[in-house]
Structure formats: C-alpha cells, structure tokens
C-alpha cells in the first residue's frame, strides 16, 4: 500500500515571501500521479496543482510551483508571493495509475496548515 | 448545479442510530468517491462508484457502511448502528471520469454522541 508524509504539521510565512511545503510518499509502483490541495475552514478540497509521474518537467500554476524528485520519492510545493487567502490546510495526494483495491481513490498526507502572516 | 452539493452539511445523532448522508455530483460525472476525514487527518478513500455500479469499494472499513448510487447520479452513504468513532467529515467528489480530476464538496460532518 501506498502512503504519504506531510512531516510539517504547521507552517508560518509572513505575506508576500515564499514558503515550501514538504511531502515525502512510498510506493513500489512507476506510474502514479502526485497532487496538492487546499482546504480552507469551509472544509472543501480544493486542486492546487497535479503532477504525473512519467513527466520530468515540474508542474506549476501561477504562484504554485512543484519540485518533484522520483528516485527520492518527494514532491514539495512552494507558494511565492504568500498571500492572506493562501492560508489554509494543505494535503500531498498519491494516485496510482492501476485501479482496483483501493488504487482508484487518493491516499492522502495528514496535512500541513499554513498560516499567512500580515 | 455549479458544483458538488453535500447535505446535510451537519448531522448530530445519537450513538445506535441511523444516518443517510447525501451527495449530489456535477451534473455528467460519471465518477463519484466518499471520503472519510477524521480530525486532524487527510481524508481516507472509502468508495468508488463509475455510473451505478461501486467499482471499488475496498475502503468501507465494516459492513454498518453501505452507499448506493442507484441511478449513476445522486450517491446516499448509509451508516448503520453509529458508533462515536464515527464521527468526521465525510467527503464526496465526482469526476468526468475515472482519470479526471476530482471536484470534491464542502462535506458533512457528522457527529454521533
């Protein structure tokens, strides 16, 4: 089975600086996607950003940004230009490419929430 | 509608008793999964429907959870016999389909007492 590490319960950056959130996963397989998301008090996820496996080339969107290394099975975030509204809960997701088992659905981290300081 | 819808968004109920927790997905979603998020944790992949049928169904974590989605649309997850342990968020998402991302709802938390 596949799992996820979130190791930075809580994270404080002051606005507009950048901050980097760690995720470390664990699996045997090769094909699998990588994501982030957001869930604010209204307790809905939100897609941040998502990564496939098989590409070498880090995802970003905006201010979001990845950098993803396989053979260290570890795919961070980093939030540039912290904003008020970037504040928080923050989720690593794994999905494998295989269905069945479980496989379909995401395993998530234990989360990071982030807190934006003015 | 725009987006998931979950009702109701809170359910107190007494320890012993029943529980129907609704999601009603983005309309042309053939996918739709229920997640369990207890306090302090991610969520947890209870259940995966594509159309009517539950295709994946290996995170129920006992046979007092039961969801049902009998017309590819509207999902009910069915919570018999409720135990305080468990009370969470229960979340649901949809997809385009089974590799497209997923649009989760604002949940229901459930508290049993």
């Known amino acids: 089975a596949q799992t996820v590490t979130q190791s930075q319960p809580e994270m404080s950056v002051q606005e507009a600086e950048t901050v980097t959130l760690s995720c470390t996963y664990d699996?045997?397989?090769?094909?699998?996607?990588l994501f982030w998301y957001k869930q604010p008090p209204s307790r809905q996820m939100i897609l941040v950003i998502r990564q496939e496996a098989y590409k070498q080339q880090n995802a970003t969107e905006n201010r979001f940004s990845v950098n993803f290394q396989k053979a260290a099975k570890s795919f961070s975030l980093k939030i540039s230009d912290s904003q008020l509204g970037d504040a928080a809960m923050y989720f690593c997701a794994y999905r494998s490419e295989y269905s069945g088992g479980g496989a379909d659905g995401l395993t998530f981290g234990k989360g990071t929430h982030l807190i934006i300081q003015p | 509608g725009a987006g998931v819808s979950q009702t109701p968004s809170n359910k107190v109920t007494e320890k012993g008793k029943y529980v129907e927790l609704r999601c009603d997905p983005i309309?042309?979603?053939?996918?739709l999964y229920w997640y369990r998020q207890s306090l302090g944790q991610g969520p947890e992949f209870l259940i995966y429907?594509?159309?009517?049928?539950?295709?994946?169904d290996s995170g129920l974590p006992n046979d007092r959870f039961f969801a049902v989605r009998p017309e590819g649309s509207v999902s009910t997850l069915k919570i018999q016999r409720t135990e305080r342990g468990d009370s969470a968020v229960y979340l649901c998402?949809?997809?385009?389909?089974?590799?497209?991302?997923?649009?989760f709802g604002n949940g229901t938390r459930l508290t049993v007492t």
């Open positions: 429907f594509q159309g009517t049928g539950a295709a994946d």
């Open positions: 998402a949809s997809s385009l389909n089974g590799n497209s991302p997923l649009h």
């Open positions: 699996t045997s397989e090769s094909d699998y996607y």
């Open positions: 309309s042309g979603h053939t996918a």
